[in-house]
């Protein structure tokens, strides 16, 4: 496994890298806020992160729902965070046309969960030679990685994670089965855990999804035990205010803990299982 992702975590003292941010930009004083203070925290801390928040969530369950900037003025945005606070910035694209022109200012190109078996937006992000996290969709079994990865693999871009999200469990419901980890990386990827995303509940509030951020901690720390090499988690000075995933999202202020008990795990677990 050798590829930008594993890269990060090449180094004697065993460590995850994070991906870390709010789920949409909201507006650039927040975002630069949030990227500031996850700056500070993982230096500190001596954890690999990269930035990232969503330009547009164009997968909302209302049409009411407050989708983000748009590309135009959220890659602006990155772009800025990337400059003034030397970070590595990750955003998701929907659609192909979408991928030079993210790649110009991204990091990492991201493919959403519900649209990892498109075979065009993959082939364009993968093309670009960008670093591409693609999120394993809800509806998907961990084996099922192997025909996402041979899309990506015809572009000949190396630079490859799968990122384990949940999968669906009834109406309104994920779960995680922590089998999917060493599954995944079997297949020579780097495997991202989403924890908060996971403890979300798909359109559990109606013209929304809800959210069991209690439970983002236990599901982070299982992932970090079964191997994970990354973790994924949204967050946000004041979940609750958040105009994106806010019931799912973690309070900036508890993050150090988090990512204290997690950096523990990691070394008692060792660098790979």
Known sequence: MNNFFSNLTDRPDPVFFLIAGPCVIENRDTCFQIADHLKELTGKLNIPFIFKASFDKANRTSIDSFRGPGPE????ILAAIKKDLNLKVLSDIHLPDQAHKAARVLDVIQIPAFLCRQTDLIAAACQTGRPVNIKKGQFLSPKECKNILKKAEQSGNSGICITERGSSFGYNNLVVDFRSVPIIRKMGVPVVFDATHSVQLPGGAADSSGGERRFVPTL???AVAAGADGIFIETHPE??????????SMPLSEMEALLTSLLAIKKATGSSL
Request: include cysteine.
């Open 73 to 76: 003025e959220g890659l602006d």
């Open 220 to 222: 982070a720390r299982a």
């Open 239 to 248: 979940p609750d205010k958040a105009l994106c995933d806010g019931p799912n």
